[in-house]
């Protein structure tokens, strides 16, 4: 079994099962597994798939493979060591890419069959709570007063380096272009998708030098950027289709979702804020 092996044992978890899904899982452990053999050697790939193994095996059999894992690195150089950290970090990384991008996926299918609404969502909230009764008086009440405050906090060892951030991007965006092209107009796309995850690869997980206040709130306005200009609007306006055709009520003005903070505020968590740099820059 190999890192492609591997990345399906990953895609058959129930939130995975879809065959999309699990195809680009398992293409992306390909590319890894060739880019670690290309850039470090048979030796090193041959470990990472030691490591994996004993890990898989844990998990299939219910028991702890740590001893076994310990065995197995304790004579190998603490450099070999971290190239299997950061493989088994970049198998994970690649996997829920490829788990958002089905996310999507299945979204735009779901609505262009309009399909049921899936548990969770606002449709299928809404219809359960009018199944256990509650008046749709009160529900144009709620979904006129509601306010959802999503904080957004950081700490110097959770920002992500951005240059990751990016790649993990383009793999996501290749993905998305690949999945509307038939099996014959593929090989461009897997070509830059090889070239993306060997950039990944080559990409160091840690920064060699200490964050400042200024790299956290960065690092919070990219995830506007990415998602949340894109998300939030979406969410509100299909609140209020909802309570427009469902509930026959027009909401004016409702902010259900309004973002928060804490990024400078955790004085306790960040040595390097202190008031001036919290006067500066927040």
Known sequence: MRLTEWM????????????AVSNDIRLLGRLLGDAIRRT????????VERVRQLAVDGRRTATSSVPAIREALAERPLADQLLVLRALDWLSLL????????????SRRDRAARTPPRPGSLAASLERLRALGVDDDELVAVAGSIEVSPVITAHPTEVRRKTILQVLDEVGDLLVRRSELTSDDRDLVDEELATAVLLLWQTALLRLSKLRVRDEINEALRYYESSIFDTVPTLQRDLA??????????????????????????RDGNPFVTAPVSYTHL
């Open 40 to 47: 470090e050697g048979d030796a090193t790939f041959d470990l």
């Open 241 to 266: 289709t909802l309570a427009a055709e469902q509930l026959g009520h027009q909401l004016d003005n409702a902010a259900p979702v309004r973002m928060g903070s804490w990024i400078g505020g955790d």
């Open 8 to 19: 399906s044992d990953l895609a058959t978890t129930p939130e995975r099962s879809d065959d």
């Open 95 to 106: 996997a829920t890419t490829a788990e958002d991008v089905h996310v999507e996926r299945r």
